[in-house]
């Protein structure tokens, strides 16, 4: 992090050893006037760093900026920078500010923020959602897939758990609520299969897994997700009544087959064959 002060005038009265390496000035050159220092910003970020500047002279007031510097040396950085007005006798007469490249962190905001959206676009995709569940019966976590697979709305928070059940199938809930009490007495990975009336999309399957976090040889939290399966087992049903009757046409040939055979074995398909050659004779 580098420290600066910029007078009113525009001309900066002092940098720091460090501000000189962030912007890849020679300090052997002094301290560059405020033109020559826009001219390293990347020029679609230099002029609202002017104009804040200006604003902070004029208004008096804290103004934080970030921007993009085009380093001579190291490539596109990320700068933040935070200027505090200094006044005298109700003017300002001095801004002292730093700066800080805050490069690393912001790409690794980026990366967590496009892992994020792979992770949102998969699950919706999937209709696959995830959350976490601690041993209160209180859900800590839902991902936003979560909510249109059981038909919540987002704006109303997450569900209860009791609230949750309450969209499962009646012959199901019971097992559900077992199964999630058995991961936390048992410390078990668990999943289950069950059925979820929901309020737009009617009758649908789910499968859901979930895995213990464990602290202190306790239980403390159940993370898991939830896929939506129907479409998955309504084509195996298909699939199951298509082999079915498949089976059922394979066997009907060859009851007809058994009696075609019998039929065929049991008429000589001669007798209306006339003649008494020897020849004929021998044929027949």
């Known amino acids: 992090m580098g420290s600066w002060s910029l007078k009113p005038n525009g001309t900066f009265d002092y940098w720091s050893p460090e501000t000189f390496v962030l912007f890849g000035f020679d300090p052997s050159d002094g301290i560059p006037t405020l033109p020559k220092w826009l001219t390293v910003l990347h ?12 604003r902070i ?5 804290r103004i934080d900026v970030t921007y993009r510097v085009d380093h001579p040396k190291q490539g596109k950085r990320i700068m933040h920078s935070t200027g505090e007005p200094v006044a005298e006798d109700g003017k300002v007469t001095r801004l002292i500010g730093n700066t800080l490249d805050i490069t690393e962190q912001e790409n690794a905001a980026q990366g967590l923020q496009r892992s994020e959206f792979y992770l949102r676009e ?6 696959m959602g995830s959350w976490s569940l601690r041993p209160d019966g209180i859900f800590d976590y839902w991902s936003p897939e979560t909510f249109p697979i059981f038909g919540f709305d987002p704006l109303e928070g997450i569900p209860t758990l009791p609230k949750w059940l309450s969209v499962l199938h009646p012959d199901d809930c019971d097992l559900v609520a077992k199964t999630l009490e058995r991961i936390f007495r048992e410390n078990v990975r668990v999943d289950v299969t069950y059925r979820v009336d929901h309020p737009k999309q009617g009758k649908r399957i789910m499968h859901s897994t979930g895995e213990p976090v464990v602290e202190d040889g306790k239980v403390t939290r159940l993370i898991g997700n939830t896929l939506d399966i129907t479409e998955q087992e309504n084509a195996i049903r298909e699939l199951k009544k298509a082999f079915g009757e498949i089976r059922a046409l394979k066997d009907e040939l060859y009851k007809e087959n058994i009696v075609l055979r019998h039929e065929i074995g049991s008429t000589s398909m001669f007798e209306e064959v006339l003649g008494t050659s020897s020849a004929l004779q021998n044929v027949l």
């Open 43 to 54: 020029p679609d970020d230099c002029d609202l760093v002017a104009k804040t500047l200006e």
């Open 57 to 61: 002279f004029r208004e008096k007031v």
């Open 122 to 127: 998969g699950e919706r995709l999937a209709r």
